[in-house]
């Protein structure tokens, strides 16, 4: 090997780097604490840049139909779409929370006047099983509950909670105004994001062309150009999904007379948007506040939760979000399986159009590496069936 510039160069990169590496596994703490502390400073910013990316979605369809014909409107587009996206975000969430505050409120004060009632049925209905199973009868006569001792039990419980919290109430206050002012943070830069998207992204790529080869910028621009189609498909995809299934929830509830229609279906159009788990979710709540008015009727709801997701997972999603994801069943799962791990619910929603993008990026490294070896499809296709003797 000559020892030119350039090889003397590599070499040094490496040993710094892996004298870097021991350094910082033997220092461990330090390290973790040093990442905790830049990623509180840069918290904001990446909130912002999230918060941006989402609302550039139904941004970006509402400026391309303002003033399609004109370019007198084009200094105003922008704002406008701007304004707009938030007052729809805003009413949406105003809409979800008149439609949940309420029913929850009547949900829970269905429970508690119904509990008593319950329990003396689910008392006199073992007491029936005695009959059958003579072993349950000491369970059952235990199994009396004094409700005026209860509510004062629960009464102690609240005013012990409510002490703890008086006593830990400045770092509960400190941290409700630093998670407040992050949040405000974000938000205003997210605007800056996006009323400056253009500009942002050719400074970008100035960047990215005046540090690294054209050759290695062209692939990372291709990189981050394969991610935004697949982060902005899976986001729209998603949420047009949740609310068709939530719409199909409430329609066929009202057909069938079951209760708290309205608040299922919202429950059930939030939770969807987590992916394979969050219907499932929804439909527990559903079935539990269902189940206090009517136990038969919570069955009925199950059976019809079945139903819908059996229509809503073979036609609809398919169809709707379709292949803009383009992973594979078996990894799907493994991506929310693997995000709700690392990062719980915004992993679950993260790590399905990641994982989307690697699989692309692999599938595309495998293919030109096939193609360079001049591999015959025979050797990695389906082997042909058996010949019949």
């Given at each position: 090997m000559?020892?030119?510039?350039?090889?003397?160069?590599?070499?040094?990169?490496?040993?710094?780097?892996?004298?870097?590496?021991?350094?910082?596994?033997?220092?461990?703490?330090?390290?973790?604490?040093?990442?905790?502390?830049?990623?509180?400073?840069?918290?904001?910013?990446?909130?912002?840049?999230?918060?941006?990316?989402?609302l550039?979605v139904?941004?970006?369809?509402?400026?391309?139909?303002?003033?399609?014909?004109?370019?007198?409107?084009?200094?105003?587009?922008?704002?406008?779409?701007?304004v707009?996206?938030?007052?729809?975000?805003?009413?949406?969430?105003?809409?979800?929370?008149?439609?949940?505050?309420?029913g929850?409120?009547?949900?829970?004060?269905?429970?508690?006047?119904?509990?008593?009632?319950?329990?003396?049925?689910?008392?006199?209905?073992?007491?029936?099983?005695?009959?059958?199973?003579?072993?349950?009868?000491?369970?059952?006569?235990?199994?009396?509950?004094?409700?005026?001792?209860?509510?004062?039990?629960?009464?102690?419980?609240?005013?012990?909670?409510?002490?703890?919290?008086?006593?830990?109430?400045?770092?509960?206050?400190?941290?409700?105004?630093?998670?407040?002012?992050?949040?405000?943070?974000?938000?205003?830069f997210?605007?800056?994001?996006?009323?400056?998207?253009?500009?942002l992204?050719?400074?970008?790529?100035?960047?990215?062309?005046?540090?690294?080869s054209?050759?290695?910028?062209?692939?990372?621009?291709?990189?981050?150009?394969?991610a935004?189609?697949?982060?902005?498909?899976?986001?729209?995809?998603?949420?047009?999904?949740?609310?068709?299934?939530?719409?199909?929830?409430?329609?066929?509830?009202?057909?069938?007379?079951?209760?708290?229609?309205?608040?299922?279906?919202?429950?059930?159009?939030?939770?969807?948007?987590?992916?394979?788990?969050?219907?499932?979710?929804?439909?527990?709540?559903?079935?539990?506040?269902?189940?206090?008015?009517?136990?038969?009727?919570?069955?009925?709801?199950?059976?019809?939760?079945l139903?819908?997701?059996?229509?809503?997972?073979?036609?609809?999603?398919?169809?709707?979000?379709?292949?803009?994801?383009?992973?594979?069943?078996?990894?799907?799962?493994?991506?929310?399986?693997?995000?709700?791990?690392?990062?719980?619910?915004?992993?679950?929603?993260?790590?399905?159009?990641?994982?989307?993008?690697?699989?692309?990026?692999?599938?595309?490294?495998?293919?030109?590496?096939?193609?360079?070896?001049?591999?015959?499809?025979?050797?990695?296709?389906?082997?042909?069936?058996?010949?019949?003797?």
């Amino acid at each position: 090997m000559e020892w030119n510039r350039q090889n003397i160069k590599g070499l040094l990169l490496v040993v710094c780097g892996g004298a870097a590496f021991y350094v910082a596994l033997q220092h461990l703490n330090v390290v973790a604490h040093a990442l905790g502390w830049l990623a509180g400073i840069l918290a904001p910013f990446l909130l912002g840049a999230a918060i941006a990316f989402i609302l550039n979605v139904p941004m970006r369809a509402i400026e391309r139909n303002l003033f399609p014909n004109t370019r007198r409107g084009g200094g105003v587009r922008r704002p406008l779409a701007l304004v707009l996206t938030l007052v729809a975000v805003i009413g949406v969430l105003v809409l979800a929370s008149c439609v949940i505050g309420p029913g929850v409120r009547d949900a829970v004060k269905s429970i508690a006047s119904q509990a008593p009632a319950a329990f003396d049925r689910l008392y006199n209905w073992l007491l029936g099983l005695e009959q059958y199973l003579p072993q349950i009868e000491t369970w059952v006569q235990d199994l009396s509950i004094d409700w005026k001792s209860l509510s004062q039990k629960a009464i102690q419980l609240a005013q012990s909670w409510g002490g703890s919290l008086l006593s830990t109430g400045g770092g509960l206050i400190g941290g409700v105004v630093s998670g407040v002012s992050t949040f405000v943070i974000g938000l205003i830069f997210s605007f800056y994001i996006l009323l400056q998207k253009e500009k942002l992204s050719r400074q970008g790529r100035q960047v990215l062309y005046g540090l690294l080869s054209v050759k290695r910028a062209d692939r990372v621009l291709e990189v981050l150009r394969l991610a935004n189609r697949t982060f902005s498909s899976f986001l729209s995809g998603q949420c047009t999904e949740a609310v068709i299934l939530g719409t199909l929830f409430v329609v066929t509830m009202t057909i069938f007379r079951l209760p708290y229609a309205v608040l299922v279906g919202v429950l059930i159009a939030l939770t969807a948007l987590i992916p394979i788990v969050g219907a499932f979710i929804g439909c527990g709540v559903g079935a539990l506040l269902i189940a206090v008015t009517d136990p038969w009727k919570a069955v009925v709801f199950v059976i019809l939760f079945l139903v819908l997701q059996q229509i809503e997972g073979n036609l609809i999603y398919p169809h709707v979000v379709g292949s803009s994801v383009g992973l594979p069943s078996i990894w799907v799962l493994a991506a929310v399986t693997l995000g709700g791990k690392l990062m719980g619910v915004a992993g679950m929603l993260f790590f399905i159009p990641l994982c989307s993008v690697l699989y692309a990026l692999f599938r595309d490294y495998v293919k030109s590496r096939l193609a360079e070896k001049k591999v015959p499809a025979a050797k990695w296709r389906d082997p042909p069936p058996p010949a019949k003797k």
